[in-house]
C-alpha cells in the first residue's frame, strides 16, 4: 500500500522594509492603507494558507545619517491591524512580529491573548529579538541588549507569557500569577480568560545556536532562510534533533523557509521574468548601499557595473543603522569575491546573486512539482511566500499553483478546523495550572 504523501503548509508574509519588493512597479500598492493588507491576507485564506504574517518596525532605518528611504518609509503596528483582518477573514491565521527586547510579559500576553479571541483562535508570535542600539534610541532602556542576553530574555519571555496564560482555568477562573527571574519580577491577576487555542502559536526566527535551541525548546514554527534542498535538510537534522530532549516530537514544529515565487508560461519564461524582478529589486545604488553594508564605509564612488573593493571591510564601522547584519563582514567580503570571480560578477551582479532569497521559479506544474518534493525529501515543512508585489504578488499563485498541490495530494482541499493549531496539525497545550 503506497503511503500518503506529506502535507505541506504555506503562510504569507506582507511585503514591507526590504529591497526585496519592487516598490516602482505601476501593480504596486500602498504599504499602510488597509485595503493591501486585507487584499493579500483574502487572497492568503483562499488559497487556504495556513496564516498571514507582518514584521514589526520599531525605527525607520539610516544610511549615512539619513532615513533609507530606498525600501519603504513608515510601517505599522502589527497587531492594530490583525486584529483589523481577524474581522474580514474566517479561518486564515494572523501572526504578528513583536520583539522580546522592547516589550513586556504582562502588556504583550494580553494583547496577543486578546487577538486569540477576535479571531477565535488564529493568533500567533512570531518572537524576534532587537540587537541594535539605533532601535534601543526609541525606548526608555536607551540601549539594547547584549547578544549573550538577547535569546535568555526571550526564552523567559515566552515562558512567563504562557504562565499568565494558563493563569487562567479552561473552565474561566482567574487564579493570581507570580513570576521571579533573572529578566522579570512580576506578579499578580492577568487579565484575558484562556483564549481558543490555549496559548497563541509561537514563531522562532533566528539561526545562531542560541537560537536553533530556543526554537527547539520553545516554538511552534520557525522561519528560516535555509531554502535550498542540502541546506534545509541540514537545519531541520539539526534543529528537529534537538526536540527530544524537551520532550517533543519532530511533528511538533514546524520548519518553513520564506521563499520567492515566480511564474510563466513556460520555465524558460519564468527565468527570464525572474531575472527581470531581480535587477527591479537592486537597483544600482541599492547595489552599493548593500556593498556599503558589508565593506562599512562610503563606496558612492564605485561604478555599480564595474569590480568589488580590493580591500578589506572595515567591522567597526556601521553605515547603515537599524538593519541586522548578518555574520563576519570579512567573511561575507570573501563570500562575495570569490563569487564575483568565479561567475565574472559586477558589483550590482553579485548582489543580486548572493542577496536573493530561496526562489521556486519555472511554470505552475515546475513549482508544483519542485516544492512537494522539497517537503517530500524533509527539507522543510512548508513555506513563507514573500512576494516581491504590494498587494497582488499571492494572486497567481493561488490560482495556478495550489491547484496542482491539491491535484498531487499533498495540500488541502478545504481548512478542516477553525484554529491555527488545527491548520498546522499541532495539539492544543496541556493546561499547567
Known amino acids: 500500500m503506497t503511503a500518503a504523501p506529506k502535507q505541506l503548509h ?5 511585503p514591507d522594509a526590504n529591497n526585496t519588493t519592487v516598490w516602482d512597479d505601476p501593480r504596486s500598492g500602498s504599504q499602510i492603507e488597509f485595503s493591501s493588507f486585507e487584499h493579500l491576507a483574502r487572497t492568503a485564506e483562499r488559497g487556504l494558507f495556513d496564516f498571514f504574517s507582518l514584521a514589526e518596525g520599531l525605527r525607520l532605518r539610516e544610511h549615512n545619517g539619513l532615513i533609507h528611504d530606498l525600501d519603504v518609509a513608515g510601517r505599522p503596528e502589527s497587531l492594530t491591524v490583525l486584529a483589523a483582518l481577524a474581522a474580514v477573514t474566517d479561518r486564515l491565521g494572523l501572526a504578528a512580529t513583536v520583539s522580546a527586547t522592547f516589550n513586556e510579559p504582562c502588556e504583550l500576553a494580553r494583547r496577543l491573548a486578546t487577538l486569540d479571541h477576535l479571531s477565535s483562535g488564529r493568533a500567533a508570535w512570531n518572537v524576534t529579538t532587537s540587537s541594535d542600539a539605533l532601535t534601543g534610541e526609541n525606548f526608555r532602556r536607551g540601549g539594547y541588549l547584549d547578544p549573550a ?7 523567559e519571555f515566552v515562558a512567563t507569557a504562557r504562565e499568565l496564560w494558563d493563569s487562567w482555568t479552561p473552565d474561566g477562573t482567574p487564579r493570581p500569577f507570580a513570576h521571579h527571574g533573572r529578566h522579570f519580577s512580576i506578579e499578580g491577576e492577568f487579565t484575558v480568560p484562556r483564549s481558543p487555542q490555549g ?10 545556536p542560541e537560537g536553533r535551541e530556543f526554537a527547539a525548546s520553545a516554538a511552534d514554527i520557525v522561519f528560516t532562510r535555509h531554502g ?3 541546506a534545509g535538510r541540514a537545519f531541520c537534522a539539526d534543529v ?13 514544529l514546524k520548519i518553513m523557509p520564506g521563499v520567492a515565487v515566480v511564474l510563466g ?16 529589486q537592486v537597483s544600482p545604488q541599492n547595489a552599493i548601499v548593500a556593498l556599503e553594508q558589508v565593506w562599512g564605509r562610503d563606496l558612492s564612488s564605485y561604478d555599480p557595473d564595474g569590480p568589488l573593493p580590493v580591500s ?3 567591522p567597526a564601522s556601521a553605515p547603515s543603522r537599524g538593519r541586522v547584519r548578518h555574520g563576519d ?5 570573501a563570500r562575495w569575491r570569490e563569487l564575483s570571480r568565479e561567475k565574472g560578477l559586477s558589483i550590482r551582479q553579485t548582489v543580486i546573486e548572493a542577496t536573493g532569497r530561496q526562489a521556486f521559479v519555472g511554470s505552475p506544474r515546475t513549482v508544483a512539482a519542485e516544492m512537494a518534493e522539497f517537503v517530500a525529501t524533509g527539507a522543510a515543512d512548508g513555506f513563507v511566500l514573500v512576494p516581491h508585489l504590494t498587494p497582488g504578488g499571492l494572486d497567481d499563485f493561488v490560482d495556478q499553483v495550489v491547484p496542482l498541490l491539491q491535484e498531487r495530494g499533498v495540500f488541502r482541499s478545504a481548512y478542516t478546523g477553525s484554529t491555527l493549531r488545527s491548520h498546522l496539525g499541532i495539539a492544543e497545550p496541556v493546561w499547567k495550572g
Open 10 to 14: 504555506l503562510a504569507a508574509h506582507f
Open 149 to 155: 542576553d538577547r535569546y535568555t530574555r526571550a526564552a
Open 199 to 208: 496559548h497563541p502559536v509561537v514563531i522562532q526566527t533566528g539561526d545562531s
Open 228 to 230: 535550498t534542498p542540502e
Open 240 to 252: 528537529k534533533g534537538r526536540l527530544a530532549k524537551y520532550g517533543r516530537e519532530p511533528d511538533d
Open 265 to 280: 508560461d513556460n520555465d524558460a519564461e519564468a527565468r527570464e521574468r525572474a531575472a527581470g524582478i531581480r535587477l527591479q
Open 312 to 314: 578589506d571591510p572595515e
Open 329 to 333: 563582514s570579512r567573511a561575507v567580503a
